[in-house]
């Protein structure tokens, strides 16, 4: 049943922007909702980006949406990521800092594309597709090499049907 993977950008534009948590509670109660019904989740890795932040993200994060980041520390995602890190290395349409970008410690979208591949899942990010992308590796670019689909923050609520 688990549908969706949310990228580490999707919750932290969200809260910067058009989700504040000062207005916003109706999204983030919705994507608690269905990750309780199963349908949408998150990874460990982007659980840390977040706790990097001193914000009410962080707070929200750990207090409510904890059980939902799933660990990434198995044998297949763990495959999936090499498999994935390897490609962007050979990719010689990146500049070298996207790639030691993509490839830093605390980066979590290696980790997101193998979540995604080895539960057979759509990514959730709001990064755009752009194959002549140099400056950065682009979720949706890597998720296309390997089948994975892709899908912004509002397609993603479109198809759930979330309301204001």
Request: proline share 1%.
């Amino acid at each position: 049943m688990l549908k969706y993977v949310l990228a580490a950008n999707v919750f932290m534009t969200a809260a910067r922007d058009y989700y504040s948590f000062d207005f916003g509670n109706t999204f983030w109660n919705f994507l608690l909702e269905n990750a309780k019904k199963g349908v949408l989740c998150s990874i460990d890795k982007v659980l840390e980006d977040i706790e990097r932040g001193n914000d009410k993200l962080k707070e929200w994060a750990k207090n409510e949406f904890k059980n939902f980041f799933y660990a990434t520390n198995n044998n297949e995602v763990l495959s999936h990521c090499k498999e994935i890190v390897n490609h962007v290395q050979k990719n010689q349409n990146y500049l070298d800092k996207a790639i030691v970008d993509f490839l830093r410690e605390d980066n979590s979208d290696a980790f997101v594309i193998a979540f995604a591949k080895s539960m057979n899942i759509i990514v959730v990010t709001n990064e755009s597709y752009n194959p002549q992308a140099k400056r950065k590796v682009l979720i949706p670019v890597v998720c296309k090499d390997f089948r994975i689909e892709t899908i912004n923050i509002f397609g993603m609520l479109k198809n759930l049907n979330f309301k204001c």
